[in-house]
C-alpha cells in the first residue's frame, strides 16, 4: 500500500483540510493520510477494526474514529473537502450498495470536494484470496459510468496491473446527475493535469 497503491492513488491531488476516509480497516491509509490534512474522519463498519484503529489514533487530535455504515452515513450535506477509499469498494456488497455509497459520498463532499481511492482489479487471483468472503468486484471498466451516474464530474479511472485508481468530483455549483465529464482511459500526464 504505502510503496505503490497509495502514492500512485493520491498523485497529484489536493485534498482540502477536512478529509473522510471510508473502510480504514488497520488504518495503514490512515497513517499516509494525517500528514496530508488538517483533520481526518474514518467511519470503518467492523466493531473490532474500528476500535483497534480508535485505540491506535487516541493520541491523535487530528484524527475521528466513527463505526457506521458508508453506504448510510450521518453526516451533514457538504461536510467534507475529499472522501477517499483504499482497497476496501470490493467489500461492499452487493453493486446495488456501492452505488448507495457513491451517492452519499457525493452528498456529505462540498461543492467542487473530491472523491478518489484504489481497489484490486477483478482477477482469478483475488477471487481465491476471498473465496469464502462476500465480495462485489468493482468492474473498473463500468465504474465511471456508475460515479456519473451518481452525480460525479471529471471521472477519471487508470488501471495498473495491480491496481485501478480513480477520481471524481463533485460539481462545484449544484448536484447534475447525467451531465459529467467522463474520461476512463487517461495518461500519467492528463491524470495529474485533472487533479492540479
Known amino acids: 500500500m504505502e510503496l505503490y497503491v497509495f502514492p500512485w492513488t493520491v498523485e497529484g491531488i489536493e485534498w ?10 488497520y488504518g495503514v491509509a490512515t497513517s499516509l493520510l494525517l500528514p496530508r490534512c488538517e483533520h481526518l474522519t474514518c467511519v470503518e463498519l467492523d466493531r473490532e477494526l474500528a476500535a483497534n484503529l ?56 462540498k461543492p467542487g470536494g473530491i472523491f478518489a481511492g484504489a481497489d484490486s482489479p477483478q482477477s482469478f487471483v483475488l477471487r481465491i484470496l476471498h473465496m469464502f468472503d462476500r465480495v462485489s468486484m468493482i468492474d473498473s471498466s463500468t465504474l465511471a459510468d456508475r460515479l456519473q451516474a451518481a452525480g460525479f464530474e471529471n471521472i477519471r479511472v487508470s488501471v495498473s496491473r495491480y491496481a485501478f485508481r480513480f477520481s471524481a468530483r463533485k460539481p462545484k455549483d449544484r448536484y447534475l446527475p447525467g451531465s459529467s465529464s467522463v474520461n476512463t482511459a487517461c495518461s500519467e500526464n492528463e491524470w495529474n493535469a485533472v487533479m492540479a
Not at 482540502?16 to 480497516?25: D, F, I, S
Open 54 to 109: 480508535t485505540k491506535r489514533m487516541e493520541h491523535s487530535t487530528k484524527v475521528t474514529v466513527l463505526r457506521g455504515d458508508a453506504s448510510s452515513m450521518q453526516f451533514s450535506n457538504s461536510t467534507f473537502d475529499a472522501t477517499v477509499c483504499f482497497m476496501m469498494l470490493h467489500h461492499v456488497t452487493p453493486v446495488t450498495v456501492q452505488d448507495r455509497l457513491f451517492s452519499e459520498v457525493i452528498r456529505v463532499l
Open 16 to 25: 482540502g483540510g477536512n478529509v473522510l476516509e471510508l473502510g480504514p480497516g
